[in-house]
């Protein structure tokens, strides 16, 4: 049997609020990867910990749980281990999941373990599936039942301590059909049409005239 990663979103804090796919994954897997802050490996501080106890105890199953130390230090060379550790868990345990808070779409250090994951094995890389996740401030707005954004108003995301210049990443909702697209200008884009649906479509630009209602692009921030 061939190896699978999954890279599990594990939402804002409460196991209720993972994804049937998340359990689906947990259930699926042989082991799974566990981020913490402590050096000596101990879950005595990690969030991650938790959910995944908490899920584990739903579903009624046991799994082996391998620590991996996340310093958190935005270095290069952490995610290198991390990417090792994900990688030599694969060599003993044939599906394996490793999980993110929050979705794994924002702030989450899993792209950057993917993008080395991507030179160190190949197969393993086009094989993961990211699982999506409750971002911490969708729980948020629901906790004080007050909308994000309402009638022609826009959602900002931003980091509270940059370190360099900051790039931005746009996600264009609720196009008008048969519009052109060319009013949205250039950059990096994918347009999702009908996702999950039977005639669901993902085209890694920008097209020409919105065909569907069920249409989002985003202009990803150059990287
Ligand atoms: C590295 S980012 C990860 C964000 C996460 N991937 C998400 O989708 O929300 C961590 C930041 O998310 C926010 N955050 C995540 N979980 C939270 C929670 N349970 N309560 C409040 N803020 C949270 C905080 O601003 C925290 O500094």
């Known amino acids: 049997m061939s190896q699978k990663l999954f890279m599990v979103s594990l939402g804002?804090?409460?196991?209720?609020?993972?994804?049937?796919k998340a359990l689906k994954a947990f259930k699926e897997s042989d082991a799974i990867c566990v981020?913490?802050?402590?050096?000596?490996?101990?879950?005595?501080?990690?969030?991650?910990?938790?959910?995944?106890?908490?899920?584990?105890?739903?579903?009624?199953?046991?799994?082996?749980?391998i620590p991996v130390y996340s310093p958190m230090r935005f270095n290069h060379n952490d995610w290198i281990?991390?990417?090792?550790v994900i990688l030599k868990t694969l060599q003993t345990y044939k599906k394996v999941s490793f999980v993110t808070l929050g979705d794994a779409a924002?702030?989450?250090?899993?792209?950057?373990?993917?993008?080395?994951?991507?030179?160190?094995?190949?197969?393993?890389?086009?094989?993961?599936?990211?699982?999506?996740g409750v971002t911490?401030?969708?729980?948020?707005?629901?906790?004080?039942?007050?909308?994000?954004?309402?009638g022609d108003e826009e959602l900002l995301i931003k980091p509270i301590n940059p370190r360099g210049k900051?790039?931005?990443?746009?996600?264009?909702?609720?196009?008008?059909l048969g519009m052109s697209t060319q009013e949205l200008g250039d950059g990096e884009f994918y347009t999702f049409e009908n996702m999950y649906l039977k005639?669901?479509?993902?085209?890694?630009s920008k097209i020409q005239?919105?065909?569907?209602?069920?249409?989002?692009?985003?202009n990803f921030a150059r990287r």
Do not use: H, W
């Open 12 to 20: 804002p804090g409460d196991a209720e609020l993972l994804t049937y």
């Open 35 to 65: 981020p913490t802050k402590s050096e000596d490996k101990s879950f005595t501080k990690s969030i991650s910990y938790t959910i995944v106890r908490d899920a584990l105890e739903i579903l009624g199953l046991k799994k082996e749980i």
């Open 81 to 84: 281990n991390e990417a090792d």
């Open 106 to 132: 924002i702030y989450s250090s899993i792209y950057y373990l993917l993008d080395i994951i991507k030179e160190k094995n190949r197969v393993v890389y086009e094989g993961c599936e990211v699982i999506p």
């Open 136 to 150: 911490s401030f969708s729980a948020a707005s629901a906790e004080v039942q007050k909308a994000l954004c309402l």
């Open 166 to 176: 900051v790039k931005t990443t746009e996600i264009l909702m609720r196009p008008k």
């Open 199 to 204: 005639d669901a479509k993902i085209t890694p």
């Open 209 to 218: 005239k919105v065909k569907k209602y069920m249409t989002l692009f985003i």
